[in-house]
């Protein structure tokens, strides 16, 4: 298997409903930039829309590094 095994969309759903809590970075298992996302309510919404742009684009890793490419 290519990538991570934890699920796109459901990664791109996170990010767009509580991504200022910094949710998807959790699923992905990224506590500690999770709960900096959690403090600054998402670096204000900006490392949000970073983060979203980086899921569509295919460039989103998890915590082990591996990229968030399964749609299913």
Same mark, same amino acid.
């Given at each position: 298997?290519?990538?991570?095994?934890?699920?796109?969309?459901?990664?791109?759903?996170?990010? $767009? $409903?509580?991504?200022?809590?910094?949710?998807?970075?959790?699923?992905?298992?990224?506590?500690?930039?999770?709960?900096?996302?959690?403090?600054?309510?998402?670096?204000?919404?900006?490392?949000?829309?970073?983060?979203?742009?980086? $899921?569509?684009?295919?460039?989103?890793?998890?915590?082990?590094?591996?990229?968030?490419?399964?749609?299913?």
């Amino acid at each position: 298997m290519y990538g991570s095994p934890e699920n796109k969309l459901t990664l791109f759903l996170l990010c $767009i $409903i509580f991504g200022w809590l910094g949710l998807h970075r959790f699923y992905v298992g990224k506590k500690l930039t999770g709960v900096l996302m959690l403090v600054s309510l998402g670096g204000a919404g900006v490392w949000m829309m970073v983060d979203l742009a980086l $899921i569509l684009m295919g460039r989103f890793t998890d915590g082990d590094g591996l990229p968030v490419v399964q749609w299913v």
